[in-house]
């Protein structure tokens, strides 16, 4: 539900754009009360990895950086701060989403990484923990952001890795209603025996049981198209991370449109803009990435 806050805010933007008052002013039934649905629903999707401004929420707390988020506009949230007592930033679960929904937006993909060990009950012991940390914070997606599978790995490796590890990890996150996934940087462009290691985790991991998060950025620096990895695993990526060299849009090296129209064919529904490296302060940047994706016209 959106809040008093955020509310007053939107009303005063649409008034100063010559939108007609009782629009935004009727919360009750009839047209003036659909009106207002339709303006709340016209809000564009726009998710932020919380990584993004990680000395910030080290520096303020998690409630201060949540605070400055919701007032920049972002609607969905990714974490990258679980750990191993249950908690997400020292925050309870429930409690976390409480906070979120209490600023209108909804935590719904979580980043945390937990590397296979040779006790593989402990291992799964370990992902049950927090796949139901994550259920009561409301996530849909946990993502590991990193694997050990490299050029130097073995296609033995990747196996164990992609269709073994990570297929009993995605049972477990299924049962809790959540998909679980990967997340690439740049080196799983390299290769294996001759062959790609992206392609390999995808076609030697289960398509029922591991997502991916592509992160778009890292595979352009791989020297690869996204585009052409969606069309030719379009089911494979529910979400995706934004990214650029540092603010959204400031590079000029990232053709944004015809990924965001080939993800959304596929019928992506969840995105988030992950800022790593700045040219102002983070929260500048990471609020220019809102501004160049909110006026873009191919974002939904």
């Known amino acids: 539900m959106q809040n008093r806050r955020n509310f007053l805010k939107q009303a005063s933007l649409m008034l100063a754009g010559g939108l007609v008052a009782p629009q935004l002013l009727s919360s009750c039934g009839g047209k003036s009360g659909q009106a207002a649905a339709g303006t709340e629903a016209a809000k564009k999707h726009i998710g932020l990895q919380l990584y993004s401004l990680r000395d910030d929420i080290n520096d303020l707390g998690i409630q201060k950086v949540l605070d400055i988020v919701s007032k920049m506009g972002y609607v969905n949230l990714e974490t990258a701060g679980y750990s191993d007592d249950g908690k997400i930033y020292g925050v309870d679960p429930s409690e976390f989403k409480k906070m979120c929904n209490d600023l209108g937006m909804k935590p719904t993909s979580a980043h945390l990484s937990h590397f296979m060990s040779d006790d593989m009950n402990k291992d799964l012991s ?154 102002g302060t983070p929260q500048e940047d990471v609020q220019k990435s809102y501004d160049f994706l909110n006026k873009a016209d191919y974002v939904k």
């Open 126 to 279: 370990w992902w049950n923990t927090a796949i139901e940390a994550h259920k009561k914070a409301g996530m849909k997606y946990m993502v590991m952001p990193v694997s050990p599978i490299n050029e130097k790995a073995s296609l033995d490796d990747l196996k164990k890795y992609f269709g073994d590890y990570f297929y009993q990890i995605g049972l477990a996150a299924a049962g809790a209603g959540i998909k679980f996934g990967y997340h690439n940087h740049d080196y799983e462009f390299k290769q294996i025996g001759g062959q790609t290691i992206y392609d390999l985790m995808l076609e030697n991991s289960s398509p029922d049981h591991v997502m991916f998060e592509m992160d778009v950025y890292w595979v352009m620096r791989g020297g690869q198209n996204p585009v052409e990895y969606l069309k030719k695993y379009p089911n494979r990526f529910p979400i995706l991370h934004i990214k650029d060299e540092k603010a959204i849009g400031a590079s000029g090296q990232m053709d944004f449109k015809p990924i965001f129209e080939q993800a959304y064919a596929n019928g992506m529904k969840d995105w988030y803009v992950e800022v790593e490296r700045y040219d």
